[in-house]
């Protein structure tokens, strides 16, 4: 298998069980980004744990830039420029953090009453460490590509935008 690009929605009936398999997950070769659904037997939903690989190398990233930049104005432009740099870089953090929320919010339907939803990104070279992550923690995986669930996620936000007609 080449490498691809993929969502991994796996199922878990039993909370404690999707909470050990997200520590797991964080050693997916390929990982981008995790995050842990869960619904209460309440019916309150609830995100306990998540990570993105690489947090916080934009925002350091431009603060740098900007601060090596506004060497050229003296101290005065040291500050500007870092102050400047981390900013846009902090705003393109944000912008990502909002869209992966968006997608949560897609699959929170997908989540029963006590039971939880491990969502995983990556890059993956070959099925075999999802699928033995699923069956490690007894739950049920479906893989989707990311373009598809990017396409799902960008669907019902367009959908929620739209005024509804009268009934």
């Known amino acids: 298998m080449t ?4 969502m991994l929605l796996i199922s878990f009936t039993d909370r404690a069980a999707g909470r050990s398999a997200y520590e797991e997950a964080l050693g997916l070769p390929g990982l981008r980004q995790a995050a842990l659904v869960e619904r209460s037997a309440e019916g309150l939903l609830d995100v306990p744990e998540s990570h993105v690989q690489g947090a916080g190398r934009a925002t ?17 432009g040291v500050f500007l420029g870092t102050a400047a740099g981390a ?11 909002l869209e ?16 939880s939803l491990l969502v995983v990104e990556l890059h993956e070279s070959s099925p075999r460490p999802g699928d033995d992550l699923a069956e490690r923690h007894g739950g049920t995986l479906e893989r989707m590509p990311a373009k598809e669930f990017a396409a799902r996620v960008r669907s019902a ?11």
Do not use: Y
């Open 157 to 167: 936000e367009k959908a929620a935008g739209e005024p509804r007609p009268p009934s």
């Open 87 to 97: 900013a846009l870089g902090g705003a393109a953090e944000n912008r990502q953090a």
């Open 3 to 6: 490498d691809s690009h993929q």
């Open 100 to 115: 992966g929320g968006a997608g949560l919010i897609v699959l929170s339907s997908r989540v029963d009453e006590g039971a």
């Open 60 to 76: 350091a990233g431009g603060g740098l830039v900007g601060g090596l930049l506004g060497l050229l104005g003296g101290p005065m």
